[in-house]
């Protein structure tokens, strides 16, 4: 009788039912979700944006809000910004200038991090972390503070130009000393400036770069013969190369858009080409122009890294395929 109360007295157990939307939260829903979140991201605030832009560079200057419109003389589009960004020379030489100046603080990274990045591999540990935050500490500074403290260092009576000043006239002729060195509104200070604000994007790449590579191939290359500097340029240089492409673009491509920089320790009469974008869109209300210039500068950037992309993965597959 206790064994039959017993049962009666449990609750029945019912069979779970389990939803479609359950099952498939189960089995791939998060997983889904995981993926489609960057992608979402990219499409949001990259994708949309770049396609408004792209179409209102097609569009031409109006007096009216906003300043642009469509479909004026029967065209839907025109070509007409791209046409001036072709023949006029401020687009022209802006973004020469930009250019030219994004190469040069790249390179000037690339030499000044590289060691940098291969010194922080080959200390112990507990001094790495300090170097590594020695990296990192610029960031927790305001990127303005740290431009207007370059401002008064490229002052005529600071330490920094006095000493620059006595280096110069110590080492060239008599006939060219000079009282002080121009520094403010050079592109000397645009590129001094630029290296000092990225230089950590180009050591943090090539660090764990650096990092995985195997330093028993160096020990087994020097025990052959080899010596330390072609070591180096055989071994640690070719491996090295995801780190300094990855290093490279991180700097070159912001360096070339860069607005604030330029600005504050640029020279006016050679402005680099986001300096000429901010100006079509604030100060001329030319949002076609500004759009056009804006997506030649994109496209400049981001097709060359796309075909590099391309053909690394067809060599990689390439040589996979190798027996």
């Known amino acids: ?53 792209a179409a209102m560079s097609f569009a031409l200057r ?70 590594l935050m020695l990296v990192i500490l610029p960031f927790w500074t305001s990127f303005l503070l740290r431009v207007y403290a370059w401002i008064g260092l490229f002052g005529t009576n600071s330490w920094f130009n006095r000493g620059l000043t006595a280096i110069w006239n110590a080492l060239a002729p008599a006939d060219w000393a000079l009282h002080s060195i121009q520094m403010m509104n050079t592109n000397f200070a645009v590129v001094l400036v630029m290296v000092y604000s990225y230089l950590p994007f180009m050591v943090l790449p090539l660090y764990a770069n650096l990092e995985k590579l195997d330093l028993t191939l160096n020990e087994a290359a020097m025990d052959l013969g080899s010596r330390p500097w072609r070591v180096f340029l055989d071994v640690t240089l070719p491996l090295s190369m995801p780190g300094i492409i990855a290093g490279g673009l991180l700097v070159f491509i912001p360096v070339s858009g860069e607005l604030v920089i330029p600005g504050l320790v640029g020279n006016p009469s050679q402005p680099m080409i986001g300096r000429v974008i901010s100006d079509e869109f604030a100060s001329a209300h030319d949002w076609p122009m500004a759009s056009a210039v804006a997506v030649a500068l994109l496209l400049l950037l981001v097709v060359p890294m796309m075909l590099y992309t391309h053909f690394e993965a067809k060599a990689q597959e390439k040589k996979a395929m190798e027996p």
């Open 62 to 131: 109006t007096s009216t809000s906003p300043p642009f419109s469509f479909g004026t003389d029967g065209h839907l589009l025109s070509l007409q910004n791209y046409a001036r960004l072709l023949t006029d020379d401020l687009y022209i030489r802006s973004l020469a200038t930009s250019l030219m100046n994004a190469a040069v603080a790249t390179v000037v990274c690339l030499l000044i991090g590289y060691p940098m990045a291969l010194a922080l591999t080959r200390v112990s540990r507990s001094a790495r972390n300090i170097l």
């Open 1 to 53: 009788m206790s064994g039959m109360e017993d049962t009666a007295a449990a609750p029945a157990t019912r069979p779970r039912r389990t939803g479609w939307l359950s099952l498939w939260f189960n089995r791939r829903g998060w997983a889904d979700i995981t993926i489609a979140t960057p992608f979402l991201w990219l499409v949001v605030f990259f994708l949309l944006p770049f396609l408004i832009v």
